[in-house]
């Protein structure tokens, strides 16, 4: 059984640990460290909160060699990246985590980092870079390709094919028709239905999915 630090103890902090524990990969969360000191010493769980991100070289040097990225998101994923970098250049190993209920293609391909929670499928031949999240119930399909850091939002729905760029955000059930692709940085809204490429660093939103600064013009 391998011990692991979770590195951020908000909300997300939660189904992390949940995807730890029923993970076929015996990983087991010992530890939580957060940058927000009204976290320190409460619990997510069970894992203790012990402190900020900077206890983590303590916690490499004690043996726990083994990290997972809990930081959400609802839009920009810098902060993910960010993060990741951090733990990274610690010298931490960042293994792909996969819930017991999520299910992942056998010819499908996870970067290190990426964390695929409840219920999410992943199908054949989809690659997924470094730190990307498929959040729960999500579905990748067949051959996609998903930038470093994206996140895939709970219950959003992937075509065959489609494309994320890193950093990208599809919100909480959107849809993206198969085929599109969708620019680093882009930001997909929550029931959005993308029938269009979106443009690396646009917001779209509705149905079919337009530029924000459309929309909110008619």
């Not at 012990?50 to 043996?63: F, H, K, P, R």
């Not at 990208?168 to 029938?195: E, T």
């Amino acid at each position: 059984m391998r011990r692991v630090v979770v590195v951020g103890g908000g909300g997300h902090a939660r189904p992390v640990i949940e995807a730890l524990r029923t993970s076929a990969q015996r990983l087991e969360p010992v530890a939580c460290t957060d940058s927000d000191p009204r976290r320190w010493g409460k619990t997510v769980d069970g894992v203790a909160i012990v402190g900020d991100d900077e206890l983590l070289e303590g916690l490499l040097a004690e043996g726990i060699t083994t990290a997972c990225i809990a930081l959400g998101g609802h839009g920009e994923n810098g902060p993910r990246a960010r993060l990741y970098a951090y733990v990274h250049s610690l010298g931490f190993d960042l293994p792909a985590v996969v819930h017991g209920w999520a299910h992942v293609a056998h010819s499908a391909s996870l970067g290190r980092a990426s964390v695929v929670l409840m219920g999410a499928v992943v199908g054949a031949g989809a690659r997924l870079g470094e730190n990307v999240l498929v959040n729960s119930a999500a579905t990748v399909e067949h051959d996609c390709e998903i930038g470093d850091h994206a996140h895939l939002a709970s219950g959003c729905t992937l075509g065959g094919g489609v494309a994320i760029g890193a950093r990208a955000h599809v919100g909480l059930g959107a849809a993206i028709l198969q085929g599109r692709r969708v620019g680093a940085g882009a930001i997909v809204g929550a029931g959005a239905v993308v029938v269009h490429d979106v443009a690396a660093g646009e917001t779209v939103v509705g149905c079919p999915a337009r530029a924000l600064e459309m929309s909110a013009h008619g």
